[in-house]
T-cell receptor, first 113, second 114 residues
Framework: RKEVEQDPGPFNVPEGATVAFNCTYS??????FFWYRQDCRKEPKLLMS???SGNEDGRFTAQLNRASQYISLLIRDSKLSDSATYLCVVNENSGGSNYKLTFGKGTLLTVNP | GAVVSQHPSRVICKSGTSVKIECRSL??????MFWYRQFPKQSLMLMAT?????????EQGVEKDKFLINHASLTLSTLTVTSAHPEDSSFYICSARRTAYEQYFGPGTRLTVT
C-alpha cells in the first residue's frame, strides 16, 4: 500500500469551476500535512498547510480527518493559473527529532478557458 | 520565503562520468537537507537525508556509494552521482529544513546521461 495516495487524475475543468482533490495516508502517526503545487519541470512549492480544524486561504480550502487519515483540497472559482500538479504531502517522524516529507504522486489539474 | 538554490540547473553528461550538484540555503542555516529524485510523471522520492557534520542517511534502495552526499557547512550540501548511467537521468531536487515543520525546495537539477 502506498504511503500517500491521491486521486490519479488528470482533472480538466473550465474556468470558474470548483474542483476537489482527495488524499489518504497510511501512517497514523503522521504529524503534519500539506498541499504543494508543482508546475511543469519546476520544484514543488508550498500551497498551504492542513490543520485539523480545516483552514481556508482565499479560494483554497483544506480539510483533515485524522480518524479516516484523509486530506482534501477544494479550489473554488478556478483560474487558468491554477493549472498545475497538486501534491499531497505528509510529514512523518523518522526517528528522534527527525522528520521527513512523503509525497503523493500528484494530481494534474488543467483549467481551460 | 526562504531561498534555496541549486547548481547546475541542467546538466548533460556522458555515461560513466560523475556529476556534482550543489544545494545552498541562502538566507538561513540548515542542519538538515534532503535530496529527492523525480522521474517523469512520478512523485518525488526521498533519496537521502543530509546532516551537517555527519554521514547522510540513505533511503532503502539508494546506493550510498553511487550517490555521494557531503554536507560540509550549514548552508551547503552536495550530491555527486558517480559513474552516471542513462537510468540515472532524472530531476534531482534538494530541500533545506528551516524548522521541524518547514522545508524549502531548490529549483531542481535536470540530469541527462547520454
Amino acid at each position: 500500500r502506498k504511503e500517500v495516495e491521491q486521486d490519479p487524475g488528470p482533472f480538466n475543468v473550465p474556468e470558474g469551476a470548483t474542483v476537489a482533490f482527495n488524499c489518504t495516508y497510511s501512517n497514523s502517526a503522521s504529524q503534519s500535512f500539506f498541499w504543494y503545487r508543482q508546475d511543469c519541470r519546476k520544484e514543488p512549492k508550498l500551497l498551504m498547510s492542513v490543520y485539523s480544524s480545516g483552514n481556508e486561504d482565499g479560494r483554497f480550502t483544506a480539510q483533515l480527518n485524522r480518524a479516516s487519515q484523509y486530506i482534501s483540497l477544494l479550489i473554488r472559482d478556478s483560474k487558468l493559473s491554477d493549472s498545475a500538479t497538486y501534491l499531497c504531502v505528509v510529514n512523518e517522524n523518522s526517528g528522534g527529532s527527525n522528520y521527513k516529507l512523503t509525497f503523493g504522486k500528484g494530481t494534474l489539474l488543467t483549467v481551460n478557458p | 520565503g526562504a531561498v534555496v538554490s541549486q547548481h547546475p540547473s541542467r546538466v548533460i553528461c556522458k555515461s560513466g562520468t560523475s556529476v556534482k550538484i550543489e544545494c545552498r540555503s541562502l538566507d538561513f542555516q540548515a542542519t538538515t537537507m534532503f535530496w529527492y529524485r523525480q522521474f517523469p510523471k512520478q512523485s518525488l522520492m526521498l533519496m537521502a537525508t543530509s546532516n551537517e557534520g555527519s554521514k547522510a542517511t540513505y533511503e532503502q534502495g539508494v546506493e550510498k556509494d553511487k550517490f555521494l552526499i557531503n554536507h560540509a557547512s550549514l548552508t551547503l550540501s552536495t550530491l555527486t552521482v558517480t559513474s552516471a548511467h542513462p537510468e540515472d537521468s532524472s530531476f534531482y531536487i534538494c530541500s533545506a529544513r528551516r524548522t521541524a515543520y518547514e522545508q524549502y525546495f531548490g529549483p531542481g537539477t535536470r540530469l541527462t546521461v547520454t
